[in-house]
């Protein structure tokens, strides 16, 4: 059973930082790509990273130079850094695969960043 469980999040003024923290069950955790998603009230989920299995990564242009996504593959978990947090990154951010599955969404966290 695939499991996805994601903490790390919280309220932070604009321009503060957080580290999210996806941990990974039921999956090869080495050999699959995982992306970071973010769904804000009232909009839909969108992407926000990804990370292939040797590293290499992508970002939503929105994020791009402000978030740095990381595995650590010992631990089976992936991180999203984010600094420089402005009020329209709020939202409940998810870890899934990229491509995502449905089935696999976790329950998320919630970044409030205030103004």
């Known amino acids: 059973q695939v499991q996805f469980v994601e903490s790390g999040g919280g309220l932070v003024q604009a321009g503060g930082s957080l580290r999210l923290s996806c941990t990974a069950s039921g999956v090869t955790f080495s050999t699959n790509v995982f992306g970071w998603y973010r769904q804000a009230p009232g909009k839909e989920r969108e992407f926000v990273a990804l990370i292939r299995r040797l590293g290499s990564t992508d970002y939503a242009d929105s994020v791009k130079g402000r978030f740095t996504i990381s595995r650590d593959n010992a631990k089976n978990t992936v991180y999203l850094q984010m600094n420089s947090l402005k009020p329209e990154d709020t939202a409940v951010y998810y870890c899934?695969?990229?491509?995502?599955?449905?089935?696999?969404w976790g329950q998320g966290t919630q970044v409030t960043v205030s103004s």
């Open positions: 899934n695969l990229y491509p995502y599955f449905n089935n696999y």
